[in-house]
């Protein structure tokens, strides 16, 4: 069983960064696509950024574009988020996602899922 293992997250003040990773067990990465999402407390899971298996084709919703970049180092079998200018707005638990075939900013396509981290941003 191949698990996504995301690290990174924490509590940063109002205009500060951080850098999420996703790593995986068992399996290379190195052929998925891969995408970040993210859920606050109340709301419902909504897509952050998506990087095809080559890291040729990236993705980023409206409200993370110029702040977010997302990448990947498949030598390394990870996945990252960089996460800057971060806002209050911006906490939830954040995860990675491998494995789609569909448009990549839709979660049900995602076949593989980590437990997610928790990232927190202060005023």
């Known amino acids: 069983q191949v698990q996504l293992l995301e690290s990174g997250g924490g509590l940063v003040q109002a205009g500060g960064s951080l850098r999420l990773s996703c790593a995986a067990s068992?399996?290379?990465?190195?052929?998925?696509?891969m995408g970040w999402f993210r859920q606050a407390p109340g709301k419902e899971r909504e897509f952050v950024a998506a990087?095809?298996?080559?890291?040729?084709?990236?993705y980023y919703a409206e409200f993370v574009k110029g702040r977010f970049t997302i990448s990947r180092d498949n030598a390394k079998n990870t996945m990252y988020l960089q996460m800057n200018s971060l806002k209050p707005e911006d906490t939830a638990v954040y995860y990675c996602?491998?494995?789609?075939?569909?448009?990549?900013?839709?979660?049900?396509?995602?076949?593989?899922w980590g437990q997610g981290t928790q990232v927190t941003v202060s005023s």
């Open positions: 996602a491998a494995d789609s075939s569909r448009p990549l900013t839709l979660s049900a396509g995602y076949k593989l």
């Open positions: 068992r399996r290379t990465l190195s052929n998925y696509n």
């Open positions: 990087i095809s298996w080559t890291g040729v084709n990236t």
